[in-house]
């Protein structure tokens, strides 16, 4: 069975995380409308993302889904590194790390569990950082 692409939090608490992505890609005009309807964000709700410029250099000002466009905007210099913002109006908001489209299949799963494990204290900068030592990511906020 292959991976989930998208981990989420419970609804209970959640860290400086609400989960995590993994694209399948680095073309967010082809991933974005793919997320957003995995979040159940309704087809009225204005949806605005932020990304790291960094990291999505050629980033798209707006994507087009069915029924809907989706804003892409850059995050603020610092602010934003390896993660994507997600406000979709009243259906939510959602702060994922973005796992790299092509991470190996292990690194990514231990990234998206570790993300959605409401008791990590782990900010979405340290996370690649723990994972591309080979090591596991562990919730203590130490590498195993």
Same mark, same amino acid.
């Given at each position: 069975?292959?991976?989930?692409?998208?981990?989420?939090?419970?609804?209970?608490?959640?860290?400086?995380?609400?989960?995590?992505?993994?694209?399948?890609?680095?073309?967010?005009?082809?991933?974005?409308?793919?997320? *957003?309807?995995? @979040?159940?964000? %309704? +087809? &009225?709700?204005?949806?605005?993302?932020? #990304?790291? !410029?960094?990291?999505? =250099?050629?980033?798209?000002?707006?994507?087009?889904?069915?029924?809907?466009?989706?804003?892409?905007?850059?995050?603020?210099?610092?602010?934003?590194?390896? *993660?994507?913002? @997600?406000?979709? %109006? +009243? &259906?939510?908001?959602?702060?994922?790390? #973005?796992? !790299?489209?092509?991470? =190996?299949?292990?690194?990514?799963?231990?990234?998206?569990?570790?993300?959605?494990?409401?008791?990590?204290?782990?900010?979405?900068?340290?996370?690649?950082?723990?994972?591309?030592?080979?090591?596991?990511?562990?919730?203590?906020?130490?590498?195993?």
């Amino acid at each position: 069975m292959p991976l989930p692409r998208l981990t989420l939090t419970p609804d209970v608490s959640h860290g400086p995380l609400d989960g995590a992505w993994w694209p399948r890609c680095d073309a967010l005009e082809l991933e974005l409308p793919s997320l *957003v309807s995995s @979040l159940e964000a %309704g +087809t &009225a709700a204005t949806i605005r993302v932020t #990304v790291d !410029p960094a990291e999505w =250099p050629d980033a798209p000002h707006t994507v087009m889904a069915p029924g809907r466009v989706i804003a892409v905007e850059p995050a603020q210099p610092g602010s934003g590194a390896h *993660v994507i913002t @997600l406000d979709c %109006g +009243t &259906a939510g908001h959602w702060v994922l790390l #973005v796992v !790299p489209p092509g991470a =190996p299949a292990g690194t990514a799963a231990r990234l998206l569990a570790a993300a959605a494990d409401p008791e990590n204290p782990l900010t979405a900068a340290r996370m690649p950082a723990l994972a591309d030592k080979g090591r596991p990511v562990d919730t203590t906020g130490d590498a195993e």
